[in-house]
């Protein structure tokens, strides 16, 4: 399999994004998640209760700070995951992971853990995203 298809998600009349579902594995554990493929966003960042879900300790990993569109500021953890997406494509990457993420659907992938991964193909007209893996399958 060389490349993936997934149709953006509608989210009301007119209002479509390009959500996937991917799957987050750490320890052993693995949790299923919808992530907003994002061109703008600087590293992948999820909503802490997955880390919490998954048994390890938020705030144990390397802290950063990002500010959206509004200006406020916010701090997230960095964690070493692997992710798997379209239920073979697995590789090892980084996310953070953001305590009161609020009332956000879904995570964020971004440039720095999933775009240097890929060849990302957005098609705003018919509303699908597609990509094409860059890394090597791991070994199992």
Known sequence: MAELKFDY???GPGIYRP???VEIER???TVSYEVLVDS???RNIFDAQLAEIMGFDVTGGRRHEVAGITGDVRTY???PVTMIIGGSWRFETEAGFMPDMGSQA???VGQIGFFEFFKVTFDHA???????????KKKE
């Open 9 to 11: 998600k509608n989210y």
């Open 40 to 42: 703008g966003a600087d």
């Open 106 to 108: 879904h995570g964020v």
């Open 126 to 136: 018919a509303k699908r995203i597609e990509l094409k893996r860059t890394f090597e």
């Open 77 to 79: 953890y960095i964690h």
């Open 27 to 29: 320890a052993g554990v």
């Open 19 to 21: 959500v996937v579902a």
